[in-house]
């Protein structure tokens, strides 16, 4: 405990420079040419065996689907599944493998069920709770690993995230570090591990307290004690998930031993870009809950800088440079754990301004069905003003609209619902008022060690992103895939915005009403202005209805 107090205190620790020294074969003529009519990597996971942590998540799925398509011949991907939501592990793979995102995979990899093996696990539990036979194959059989599983929840419980973000990524490397066919392990952390920086290198940001000590403390002490010095451990990081990934990336970094590691940090995952098909999506994490919400209705403002830069990443691009930084790892073997980051603002930079336009502009075309109210997106750096529009724009309609459930003899809900969205949006509020600076070297150096092939095959270059166009496929992938809404709908959908414009109008108009009705009755300016007005506009119209009888 005295350590860990110790650690808070804050000693300044040096900031490690990693080495970028890479060892490169050099290449014979024959092999040059080779490479450009073939994708290296494609065929570097040919006939690999493969795990994969956190491969019923968003990211996983696509690194699944990407590996099948473009690698038919793998010899096999292990998966560690837990069941969940009353479903076994067996049930949850089939109905991955049968959703939409898998349609292309069964034309190339018919077998693809064959090449799957879920392996019972839980990453919370003591050696992920993996039978001893499943262990053994593992063992013995892996050649690449990717850690994808993590808890990406905000708000998680210290105890929780440390368990999964650090402890279950040691137990992992101590794991990898028995596999004796084992080619290279890929680390899935995430840009904002070190938001409480600006400019962020490729480099490991050390926090002030070991990780080991925390897994250690949080064995012993207790859920109160934990709460309390929590604020404490996380420092200027918003929350247990950024602090827990940069304690995770220390693990990976003190336990790397002789393995070829590298650590990939993506920024804001979004939906697809182009593969297998633009637009899927298929969580409400980061901007695709909101845009829901915005597209209902619900939220209608929010406080966010618009000239902010949104760093998002489709998650076909992160899958894509994780592929290309496994073949890299396992192939050239860096000399020291590279780390990549994936981000696009410094190099294709979009807004949230542009993106909360780009989403309305869509929703105008492409409406939600059923929406609450007609979709706004008001962006306010203001504190007051935002708690303004709070009041008026989002508690005040769902009261109104309560009151109106309570009256028909329904439930009311929405009032609960609001103040649930709003939390949710504060929590975000940290990532879309602040812009960050990532270098790119190690990602673009890979970049440029890749074919032509392999460029156009892993393609994770995001200048070549049309944000316009992604933003709106976006829009419809949340629309198709996440909400399952039939495009046929669309009419009702524009209907129903019409009927709700209407109802405003009608609502402001008699709000306005009663208001100058209750001051005409308390204030005596206020009735002169009033008999001002009428008196003018009777004499306007006295004076129109004499001059067109003169004209007959
Ligand atoms: C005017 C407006 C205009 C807008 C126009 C639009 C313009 C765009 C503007 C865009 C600005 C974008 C900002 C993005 C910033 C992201 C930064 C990320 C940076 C870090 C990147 C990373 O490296 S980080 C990975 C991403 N990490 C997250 O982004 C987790 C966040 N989030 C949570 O930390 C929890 O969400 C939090 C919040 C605790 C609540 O927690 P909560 O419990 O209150 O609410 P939940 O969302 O969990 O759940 C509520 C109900 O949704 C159900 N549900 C949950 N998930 C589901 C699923 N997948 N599918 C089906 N249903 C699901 C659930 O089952 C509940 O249903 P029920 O009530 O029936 O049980
Ligand atoms: N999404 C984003 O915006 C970003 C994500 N990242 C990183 O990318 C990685 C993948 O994220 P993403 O796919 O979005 O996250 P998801 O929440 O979609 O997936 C998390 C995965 O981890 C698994 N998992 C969680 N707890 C356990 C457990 N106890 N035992 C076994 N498996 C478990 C989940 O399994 P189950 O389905 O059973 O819950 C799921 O497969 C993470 O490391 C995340 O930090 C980085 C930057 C941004």
Redesign the pocket.
């Given at each position: 405990m005295r350590a860990l107090l110790k650690g808070l205190g804050g000693e300044k620790i040096q900031v490690k420079q990693q080495l970028r020294l890479t060892y490169k074969e050099p290449l014979s003529e024959a092999i040059k040419d080779k490479r450009k009519t073939m994708s290296m990597i494609a065929s570097f996971y040919n006939g690999k065996s493969i795990l994969i942590t956190g491969a019923t998540g968003?990211m996983g799925k696509v690194l699944m689907e990407k590996l099948f398509r473009t690698s038919p011949d793998l010899k096999v991907i292990y998966i560690l599944v837990r069941p969940k939501a009353g479903q076994t592990t067996q049930q949850r793979v089939f109905q991955i493998l049968n959703s939409k995102l898998f349609e292309k995979v069964k034309e190339v990899c018919p077998n693809v069920h064959e090449k799957i093996r879920a392996v019972y696990a839980d990453l919370n539990q003591n050696d992920f709770a993996i039978s001893k036979e499943d262990m053994q194959e593992l063992l013995s059989c892996t050649n690449i690993v990717f850690h994808c599983a993590a808890t990406?929840?905000?708000?998680?419980h210290l105890r929780h995230a440390v368990q999964l973000n650090v402890t279950a990524t040691q137990q992992l490397l101590l794991m990898a570090s028995q596999m004796p066919k084992l080619e290279a392990f890929i680390h899935i952390s995430?840009?904002?591990?070190n938001?409480n920086l600006t400019h962020i290198d490729e480099v490991i940001y050390p926090c002030p307290v070991e990780p080991k000590q925390i897994i250690d403390s949080m064995e012993w002490l207790d859920d109160a004690i934990i709460d309390e010095i929590t604020p404490k451990l996380i420092g200027d990081r918003p929350?247990t998930?950024?602090y827990t990934?940069a304690l995770g990336e220390m693990v990976v970094q003190q336990e790397s031993g002789n393995m070829n590691i590298a650590i990939i940090r993506?920024?804001?995952?979004g939906a697809t870009w182009q593969e297998p098909f633009p637009g899927w999506v298929?969580?409400?994490?980061?901007?695709s809950?909101?845009?829901i919400?915005?597209g209902k209705g619900f939220?209608?403002?929010?406080r966010?800088t618009p000239m902010a830069v949104?760093d998002l990443i489709p998650v076909d691009t992160v899958v894509n440079l994780t592929l290309a930084v496994g073949w890299y790892t396992a192939v050239h073997r860096p000399k020291s754990t590279l780390i990549y980051h994936c981000t696009s603002g410094n190099l294709n930079p979009c807004n949230?301004g542009k993106?909360?336009f780009q989403?309305?502009a869509t929703f105008e075309k492409v409406p939600l069905e059923r929406a609450f109210r007609r979709?706004?997106?008001?962006?306010t750096t203001n504190t007051i003003t935002s708690q303004y529009w709070n009041a008026v724009s989002h508690r005040a309609p769902a009261i109104i609209y309560d009151f109106y459930l309570r009256l028909t003899g329904r439930k009311p809900r929405m009032t609960k619902v609001m103040n649930?969205l709003l939390?949710?949006v504060s929590?975000?509020e940290?990532?879309?008022n602040r812009s960050w600076e990532w270098s790119t070297h190690n990602t673009e150096m890979l970049m440029s060690e890749l074919s032509p092939e392999d460029q156009r095959v892993f393609n994770f270059d995001v200048r070549q992103l049309n944000w316009l166009e992604y933003i709106e496929n976006y829009v419809l992938g949340v629309k198709k895939y996440?909400l399952k809404e039939d495009m046929a709908g669309i009419p009702e959908a524009k209907q129903h915005l019409k009927r709700l414009r209407n109802i405003h109008y009608l609502f402001n108009t008699a709000l306005f009403l009663i208001a100058w009705r209750l001051l005409i009755a308390r204030s005596q300016m206020a009735r002169n202005v009033w008999f001002f007005i009428v008196s003018f506009c009777y004499k306007f119209l006295s004076y129109f209805r004499a001059s067109s009888t003169l004209k007959v």
């Open positions: 968003f990406v929840r905000f708000d998680d995430t840009a904002f591990s938001c929350n998930y950024t990934k993506p920024s804001i995952v298929d969580n409400l994490n980061g901007p809950g909101l845009i919400a915005a939220l209608r403002s929010i966010a949104a949230w993106m909360g989403v309305l979709p706004n997106a008001d962006f649930r939390r949710n929590m975000l940290y990532f879309v996440l």
